[in-house]
């Protein structure tokens, strides 16, 4: 009897450990699902008015664009200007975001705006680690051919200011290979939205 009870113990303790397993697992998975699908809402919520002021913008190590989807007020708040940074050292993907100076300011060219933006994102921004324990982080920018993925994303499009249709997200994590793809365009919205002042477009 005492062996039996030992064996049903030990049983139970190994059913136990699995489930605990299994959890973590499902709480990763959740996890970066909830990561994915932040950043597919937000890079698809990108303010186009600020595409010629080169705020929104690429490389392979990170993106930074103008969004009128936050991580603070979702879609009932101003635009903001959401950063994110692949950190090699720390094996860390890190999202930075902070509102969008107001662009009806007197007398601001489309230079001085840019540089108050980023001046602001410095020094007001709110960040937070988004994944952790990630390697080999590669953003990219196509539109989805085999040939048609750049590290730029200006260098997508060799005219303009016209964005790439498609952000790519490539990392290792936990020794798994993960790809995201990502719009960049979104359905229009029915409210209007104010435009750029000239003087904003025009630069200096």
């Known amino acids: ?3 039996v009870s030992a ?25 970066d699902w909830q990561v994915q ?33 936050s991580a603070v007020h979702a879609m009932d ?4 200007l959401a950063q994110y940074l692949f950190r090699p050292n ?11 100076p107001p662009w009806w300011l007197d007398g601001q060219g489309a230079a001085a705006y840019r540089s108050t933006a980023l001046a602001d994102a410095t020094l007001n921004a709110v960040e937070q680690e988004l994944l952790a324990g990630v390697t080999e982080l590669r953003f990219t920018y196509g539109d989805g051919a085999d040939d048609g993925w750049r590290d730029s ?18 990392f290792d994590r936990l020794g798994n290979a993960v790809e995201w793809t990502m719009p960049t365009r979104y359905l ?14 025009e630069g200096e």
Do not use: H, K
């Open 188 to 201: 229009r919205y029915a409210l209007p939205l104010p435009a750029l002042s000239v003087q904003a477009q």
């Open 7 to 31: 064996a049903l113990i030990a049983l139970l303790g190994l059913v136990y450990r699995q489930v605990q397993r299994t959890g973590q697992g499902l709480g990763a998975v959740d996890s």
């Open 153 to 170: 994303w200006l260098s997508f499009a060799d005219v303009g200011s016209e964005p790439p249709p498609l952000v790519r997200l490539r």
């Open 37 to 69: 699908v932040f950043m597919r809402r937000q890079i698809a919520a990108r303010d186009e008015r600020f595409d010629p002021l080169r705020l929104n913008e690429g490389d392979a190590t990170g993106l930074r664009l103008v969004s009128r989807y």
């Open 1 to 3: 009897m005492v062996a």
């Open 90 to 100: 720390e094996e860390r993907l890190i999202y930075r975001e902070s509102p969008v």
């Open 77 to 80: 708040g101003p635009p903001v």
